[in-house]
Structure formats: structure tokens, C-alpha cells
């Protein structure tokens, strides 16, 4: 079975091919942010993917969705499956970064 790797939480997870990223994030108990409950409505399962190795190519709904972001690497967690060993970067969630950062600028301030 194809293992994801999933960064920056350095978290892996055997799954069998055809598992979307989404779920395969659940299984290691990793945060995918999504809103739509896995419909491709919301955007908010955005990943990145280092050349998309590993993966399926994405579907139309993907395309659509996505647009020049494939290129780029980003990929959406509900609709990319598992093809083969891959590794993917989870961005932060918006609201950890900003209390990490607030958190981070008061120690700065105690020095």
C-alpha cells in the first residue's frame, strides 16, 4: 500500500490507491481544513504536492477549480487520490498562524 507523507507535521499513513488525500489526512490525524464536506465547493482542502507524484491525475471538477494552482503543485484534498507513494505540505491554518505569530511577537518583545 502507497505511503502519504504529510508535512510539516511529519506524519505517515498507509492507504490503498484511490483514497483521496482528505481522508488519507484523516487516518494519520492530520488537519485538512474543508468546509463543503469534501464536494470540491470550498477550496479550503488546498494542498501542495511536490510534482504530483503519487497522485491521479486530476479530474475535471479539479481542473475546473484550480486552474493554473495545478501547475503549481496544489492539489484539492477531497478530490486527489492516492496513486503511489507521495509526500504533501498542509498549509497552516489561518487562524494558528496568526496566534502563532502574535505568540511569537510578544517572546521578541520579553527579550
Avoid at 470550498?42 to 477549480?65: P, T
Avoid at 492516492?82 to 497552516?92: D, F, K
Wanted: aromatic share 2%; proline share 5%.
Amino acid at each position: 500500500m502507497p505511503e502519504v507523507h504529510f508535512l510539516p507535521d511529519d506524519k505517515r499513513v498507509q492507504v490503498r490507491p484511490g483514497t483521496t488525500l482528505l481522508d488519507a489526512g484523516r487516518k494519520a490525524h492530520v488537519n485538512i481544513r474543508t468546509r463543503c464536506g469534501g464536494k470540491a465547493a470550498c477550496l479550503m482542502c488546498k494542498v501542495k504536492v511536490d510534482g504530483g507524484i503519487g497522485l491521479a491525475k486530476a479530474n475535471r471538477n479539479e481542473e475546473l477549480k484550480l486552474g493554473s494552482l495545478l501547475d503549481e503543485g496544489y492539489r484539492l484534498a477531497c478530490q486527489a487520490s492516492v496513486a503511489g507513494p507521495v509526500t504533501v505540505l498542509v498549509p497552516e491554518d489561518p487562524l494558528k498562524a496568526a496566534v502563532r505569530a502574535q505568540l511569537q511577537k510578544q517572546k521578541e518583545e520579553e527579550w
